[in-house]
C-alpha cells in the first residue's frame, strides 16, 4: 500500500499545482457550475430569462404530483431492463473474437466493429428512422417480403387483439403507442456495441491462457469456459457497461426526441423523464421547473449507481 | 526466423511496407492537408480583415432560418441591388446572409445574442421570447411613422413606412411590448401542389375541385386509379406532420367558425386561446360539441387519403413520397414552391384547399363560409441593438420593404410581397391570397399543454376512420388539465407584461394627474392605482424624471397627451368613458364601458379593397384587453376632461353603412349589442377562481 506523503513534501513543488489550474477551471466553469446554477434555479419560477421568481420548493412539490412525471419512469424501466438484454448480444460477440485463434481474423473484426463508430450518431438514428417509415420503410418492406407480417395480422388477430397489424395496411411502427415501446427496444438491433465489445475484449485478453489450459485438462466444455472463467473475469467490464447503461438512459431522450417527438409520440408511450424535462424546458419554457425534474432524475441516478455499486458484486 | 520475402502474405506485405516506408508517406499527406487547410484558413482570415480593416466600408449582416429555394437568391439581389444605390450615393456598403438550419436556429439565436456576435438584422421567430426581444432588439417604432424614402415616385411617396405594409403591421405589433419588432415582408397563403401529368392521367381534362365535395370525388379517383394499374403504393395525399395539418387544420378550422364567435367575448373577431378555454371552463363547449365532431370527422374523411402513421413523418418524408410519385397531392405554402417545382421530376400545378361551403348539407351548419387569407404578413427580421450599423440596417429594411425592392425579391424567391400595390409574378398568381371571407376557427389546441395532448391522441382518430367516439373519450379528460396548465401560462406571462408596462404608464398617469394640480395620485385618487404600481411609485418618479429627460425612447408627453411611437392606435382612436368609472373608484369594478366611435381610416389593403376586421379587432385587443390599468390610464387621459386641454371628445359617432365590408359590420353590430367591453384579463383571473380542476 502507498504511504502517504506528508504537507511539506506535498507543497514542497507547489509551482506544479499550477499546471492543473487550467484544467480544473474548465471542469468548474463548464461542469460544476451548470450543475449548481440548475440547483439554485430549481427553486424559482423561471422561464430561462432574467425574470425569475422565488417559489421555494413549489417546483419540487408540483413535481411529485406530475403524473406525467411519473408515468415516463414505467417506461424508462421497461427500457433500462431491455437495455440488459440488449447487453449480451455484446458480451457473446466479444467471447466470439476473443476464442479465435488468427490474430490476424481478431483484428479484422475488430476494425470491422470499429468502422460503423465513424458514422455520426444521427445519421444511424435518421436511418433507423427510414427504417421505420410506414409506405417506404426497410422494416415493412421486409415484413412483407418474407411474410413475416401475414403472421403478425394473425397474432394479433387471434391472441393479442391490439388492432396494431392489419391486413393491406403498412404498420405504423411509431404512430401507434403499442408499438412505440418495442419500437425503441428494436432500434439498435442486432444490438452489438462497438464500445461495449472493445471494453469485454480487454477484460478477456486479460485472462491467462493458463487459465484455458487448466479448464481444457478438467474438460470444460465452451459453455463452462464462458459461464466459470470468462464471464465471472469480466465482471468489472460488465458492472462498468451497466453504470454507463443506467445512467445513460435515465439522461438520454436524443433517440425519443428525434423518433417521437418531444411529446412523447402517440398516446405520450415514448415520454421519458428526460425528454419530459426537456419538453417543460424548451417547449413549455418552465426553466426552473426543469432544473427541478432534473435534479429529482439526479437522485434517481446517484440511487441507482450506488445500489449497483452496492449489490453487483465482482468476485475476484 | 525471418520468412523470405516471397513467401509473405500479402498482409505481411502491407505490414512491412506500412512499417518501412508507408507510414512516413501517410503522415507527410496527412500532414500537408492540413497545412494546406491551415493555409487557406489563414488567407481567409487576412482577406477578411482586410475588409473588415476597410472604415469605409459598411457590412449589414442578416440571418435567417429561410433555406427554401429562391429565397437567399432574392435576398442577395435585393442586396446588390441596395449596394448600387449606395455606391450611387458615395456609400461603401456591403450586405451578407448568414443562412442557419432551422432545427438548430434558436440555439443559434439565443447564443450569438448572449455572446454579442448577432448580426445587424435577426430573423425573429424561433428563441425570441418577449424578454429576449426587449432586451436584445431595437423596436422599429420610431422609424414607422416617417415615409420609406425608396417608394418615392409611387403612389405610396409620404406615406407613413407602417402604412405601407398590407396589413399596416397590425400582425407585427408586440401588444405585451407595445411595439414592433420586427417587420414582416411576405404574405403566407397555403395551397394543395399536385402532378400536373398523373393529375390528367387520372381524370382527364376534369378541372381540379373548388369545394369538399369535388376534392373527395379526386381522392377517391386516384384510389380507384391505384387498384385499377396495380399500383397500390400510390396515395392521394401525401402527409407529415407538418403538411398534414395544413389541410386538416384548415378543414376542422371551418367547422368552429362560429364556436369561435360565440366563445369570444371580449369581441376580438379572430382566435384568441383565452377566450377559448374560459369558454371550455364555462361549460360552453366540449369535445363532444356538434362543432367540434363535424371537424373531427371531416378530418378523418380526408385521414384515409394519407399514408398510415403521416403523423410520425417529418417535412421532407411527406416532401420526398410527393416528388417520387408515391402521392398526388402535397399541401404546403408559397414558400414551397420553388422548391417542390425544382425537386419534382415533373409539371407542379396548384389549388386553393377546398372546404366545405355554407350549402353543404353535411359540413355546412356550422361554417361561415370561406376563410380569409392574407390578413397578416409574416416573416421578418428584427433590428439588433448592439449592432454599430443600426440606421444603415434600418435603411436596407427600408429598400428591402419599399414596393421596387418587395418586387424583387418577389420575383426571385417566389414569395408573395408584402407591400401595397406590389406586382405579384405571374408565377405567382396562384398563390394571390384571397382575402374574402371569414376568420378561421380555432383548433383544439390553445397552447403548449393542449397541442401534447392534441399531438399524443391524433393517431385515434387515423386508427378509427369512421369513429371519433375513441378520440374524443380520450382526449375530454386530459383537455381539461391541459386548458388549466396553458391558462397559468398564459397567465403568467400576461401578469408580467402586465406589471412590466404599467411602471411607464404608472408614471405617465402619475404626470397627468400632476398637469392638473393633483399633488399626490393617493389624495386624487386614493383607489384608482393598482397595489403593484402603487409600491413602485419611488420608482415611477424616476420613470417620471427620466421621461423628461428623453431617456425612455418611444415614449414622450404632449401637452398631457400620450404618445407612445408605434402605437399610433392609442391616439388616433377617441373613446368616450361612462363618467361611473371615475365614480366608482378605479379597480374594484371592472366593467367600463367604451363606446367606439370613430373607425380608423385605412388604405386599401393592396390585394383588394376593404378593411379586415382582424386589424380593427386588433386595435381593440391592444387597447382594452392587455391591462385595465392601461386601459384607465387611456381613459383619463383621452376622456377630454383629463387630457390637459380642457377640450371634450369631439369626434362624432359614425353609423356602420352597407359600403362596410361584412366584417366591419358584423364587428359593428356585435359592438351595438353589447356597448360594453369587460376587461378581459380580470375576468378570465375572477372566472379561474371558481374552475375546479
Known amino acids: 500500500m502507498a504511504q502517504p506523503i506528508s504537507n511539506r513534501k506535498a507543497l514542497h513543488e507547489w509551482q506544479l499545482y499550477l499546471f492543473v489550474l487550467p484544467s480544473l477551471l474548465l471542469v468548474l466553469v463548464f461542469a460544476y457550475y451548470p450543475a449548481l446554477s440548475a440547483i439554485y434555479h430549481s427553486f424559482f419560477d423561471w422561464t430561462g430569462g432574467d425574470f425569475k421568481q422565488f417559489i421555494r420548493f413549489e417546483n419540487f412539490t408540483r413535481a411529485l404530483g406530475d403524473k406525467t412525471f411519473w408515468a415516463s419512469f414505467i417506461t424508462l424501466a421497461i427500457l433500462v431492463v431491455a437495455n440488459v438484454v440488449k447487453m449480451i448480444p455484446s458480451i457473446f460477440m466479444a467471447v466470439l473474437i476473443h476464442r479465435l485463434t488468427s490474430d490476424r481474423w481478431q483484428y479484422w473484426y475488430r476494425v470491422l466493429l470499429v468502422v460503423p463508430m465513424i458514422v455520426p450518431g444521427l445519421v444511424t438514428l435518421f436511418i433507423w428512422k427510414f427504417f421505420y417509415d410506414p409506405s417506404l420503410g426497410l422494416l415493412n418492406a421486409t415484413l412483407d417480403a418474407t411474410g413475416i407480417k401475414t403472421l403478425l395480422v394473425a397474432l394479433d388477430t387471434n391472441v393479442l387483439q391490439w388492432n396494431v397489424f392489419r391486413e393491406g395496411v403498412p404498420i405504423a411502427w411509431l404512430s401507434e403507442p403499442l408499438l412505440i415501446i418495442p419500437s425503441l427496444i428494436l432500434w439498435g438491433f442486432p444490438w452489438i456495441g462497438a464500445v461495449g465489445v472493445l471494453i469485454y475484449l480487454a477484460g478477456l485478453q486479460s485472462i491467462g491462457t493458463e487459465v484455458y489450459e487448466a479448464a481444457d485438462l478438467d474438460g470444460a466444455s465452451s459453455w463452462q469456459k464462458f459461464v466459470y472463467i470468462e464471464f465471472p473475469l469480466i465482471m468489472t467490464q460488465v458492472r462498468l457497461s451497466l453504470i454507463l447503461m443506467i445512467i445513460g438512459s435515465l439522461k438520454d431522450f436524443g433517440l425519443q426526441l428525434l423518433l417521437l417527438g418531444d411529446g412523447g409520440g402517440a398516446g405520450g408511450r415514448g415520454m421519458v423523464p428526460g425528454l419530459w424535462m426537456y419538453n417543460r424546458a424548451f417547449t413549455a419554457g418552465e426553466f426552473g421547473y426543469a432544473c427541478a425534474l432534473g435534479l429529482i432524475l439526479f437522485v434517481f441516478i446517484l440511487a441507482l449507481t450506488w445500489v449497483n455499486n452496492t449489490y453487483v458484486r465482482v468476485e475476484k | 526466423m525471418n520468412s523470405a520475402p516471397n513467401d509473405k502474405t500479402f498482409f505481411e506485405k502491407l505490414n512491412h511496407w506500412y512499417a518501412e516506408k508507408g507510414e512516413a508517406i501517410l503522415n507527410t499527406i496527412g500532414f500537408s492537408l492540413l497545412g494546406i487547410c491551415f493555409l487557406i484558413a489563414t488567407w481567409r482570415i487576412i482577406a477578411r480583415s482586410e475588409v473588415a480593416s476597410d472604415p469605409s466600408l459598411i457590412t449589414i449582416r442578416m440571418s435567417h432560418w429561410q433555406l427554401e429555394a429562391g429565397v437567399r437568391d432574392g435576398l442577395d439581389v435585393v442586396a446588390r441591388e441596395y449596394e448600387k444605390i449606395c455606391a450611387a450615393r458615395g456609400q461603401k456598403v456591403r450586405v451578407e446572409q448568414i443562412p442557419v438550419p432551422e432545427q438548430v436556429y434558436a440555439n443559434w439565436f439565443i447564443t450569438q445574442l448572449v455572446g454579442g456576435t448577432a448580426p445587424d438584422l435577426v430573423e425573429i421567430g424561433k428563441g425570441s421570447s418577449d424578454e429576449r426581444l426587449a432586451r436584445f432588439f431595437q423596436p422599429f417604432g420610431p422609424y414607422l411613422q416617417d415615409a420609406n424614402p425608396y417608394n418615392a415616385g409611387t403612389d405610396l411617396e409620404g406615406v407613413p413606412w407602417r402604412n405601407t405594409f398590407t396589413d399596416g403591421l397590425s400582425s407585427a405589433y408586440k401588444a405585451e411590448l407595445l411595439e414592433y419588432y420586427q417587420l414582416p415582408f411576405t404574405v403566407l397563403t397555403t395551397r394543395v401542389f399536385y402532378n400536373k401529368p398523373l393529375y390528367k392521367e387520372i381524370r382527364g381534362d376534369k378541372p381540379v375541385p373548388k369545394n369538399y365535395d369535388e376534392f373527395m370525388e379526386l381522392c377517391r379517383d386516384v384510389v380507384d386509379y391505384a387498384h385499377k394499374h396495380n399500383k397500390p403504393g400510390l396515395l392521394p395525399i401525401a402527409g407529415s406532420k407538418y403538411n398534414g395539418p395544413m389541410i386538416m387544420g384548415r378543414l376542422f378550422g371551418s367547422q368552429t367558425q362560429m364556436l369561435t364567435q360565440k366563445n369570444n367575448r371580449g369581441l376580438h373577431w379572430t382566435n384568441v386561446p383565452e377566450e377559448n378555454i374560459m369558454a371550455y371552463f364555462r361549460g360552453d363547449w366540449s369535445t363532444q360539441s356538434p362543432e367540434i365532431v363535424s371537424g373531427l370527422q371531416l378530418m378523418q374523411s380526408v385521414i384515409q387519403y394519407m399514408q398510415p402513421g403521416f403523423i410520425q413523418l417529418q417535412r421532407d418524408d411527406g416532401t420526398l413520397n410527393f416528388v417520387q410519385k408515391h402521392s398526388l397531392m402535397i399541401a404546403s405554402g408559397a414558400w414551397d414552391r420553388t422548391s417542390l417545382e425544382q425537386e419534382s421530376p415533373f409539371p407542379v400545378d396548384v389549388f386553393r384547399i377546398p372546404l366545405p361551403s355554407p350549402s353543404d348539407p353535411k359540413y355546412g351548419r356550422f361554417t361561415m363560409g370561406q376563410i380569409a387569407e392574407g390578413t397578416s404578413t409574416a416573416v421578418g427580421f428584427g433590428l439588433n441593438r448592439a449592432s454599430p450599423n443600426i440606421e444603415v440596417a434600418v435603411d436596407f429594411y427600408r429598400f428591402l420593404t419599399s ?291
Open chain 2, 403 to 693: 414596393r421596387r425592392g418587395s418586387e424583387i425579391f418577389a420575383q426571385y424567391s417566389g414569395w408573395l410581397p408584402a407591400i401595397i400595390g406590389a406586382k405579384i409574378p405571374a408565377k405567382l398568381e396562384p398563390f394571390r391570397p384571397d382575402m374574402n371571407g371569414y376568420p378561421q376557427g380555432t383548433e383544439l389546441g390553445q397552447g403548449s399543454e393542449s397541442n401534447r395532448v392534441w399531438d399524443n391522441n391524433f393517431y385515434l382518430l387515423a386508427k378509427t376512420p369512421n369513429d371519433y367516439q375513441p378520440f374524443s373519450q380520450t382526449i375530454s379528460p386530459q383537455l381539461r388539465d391541459a386548458f388549466f396548465e396553458d391558462m397559468k401560462l398564459i397567465a403568467r406571462g400576461r401578469t408580467r407584461a402586465i406589471s412590466r408596462m404599467d411602471v411607464p404608464l404608472g408614471a405617465l398617469f402619475v404626470q397627468a394627474l400632476r398637469t392638473n394640480g393633483a399633488p399626490k395620485v393617493s389624495e386624487a385618487y386614493p383607489r384608482a392605482v393598482p397595489t403593484a404600481t402603487y409600491e413602485r411609485m419611488a420608482e415611477t418618479d424616476r420613470m417620471i424624471a427620466a421621461m423628461q429627460n428623453g431617456k425612455i425612447p418611444g415614449a414622450t408627453l404632449n401637452g398631457g397627451r400620450l404618445r407612445v411611437a408605434g402605437a399610433p392606435e392609442m391616439v388616433e382612436q377617441t373613446f368616450k368613458v361612462d363618467p361611473s368609472f371615475f365614480a366608482k373608484g378605479g379597480f374594484a369594478d371592472e366593467q367600463v364601458k367604451l363606446t367606439l366611435l370613430e373607425k380608423v381610416a385605412r388604405p386599401d389593403f393592396g390585394f383588394s379593397a376593404g378593411a379586415s376586421a382582424q386589424y380593427i379587432v386588433h386595435e381593440h385587443k391592444l387597447v382594452v384587453t392587455n391591462s385595465p390599468f392601461r386601459l384607465y390610464l387611456l381613459a383619463a387621459l383621452f376622456d377630454g376632461t383629463r387630457d390637459g386641454q380642457g377640450a371634450p371628445a369631439s369626434t362624432p359617432a359614425r353609423k356602420p353603412t352597407d359600403s362596410d365590408d361584412i366584417n366591419l359590420r358584423k364587428l359593428s353590430e356585435l359592438m351595438e349589442s353589447q356597448n360594453a367591453l369587460e376587461s378581459a384579463w380580470y375576468r378570465y383571473r375572477r372566472e379561474l377562481k371558481d374552475v375546479k380542476r
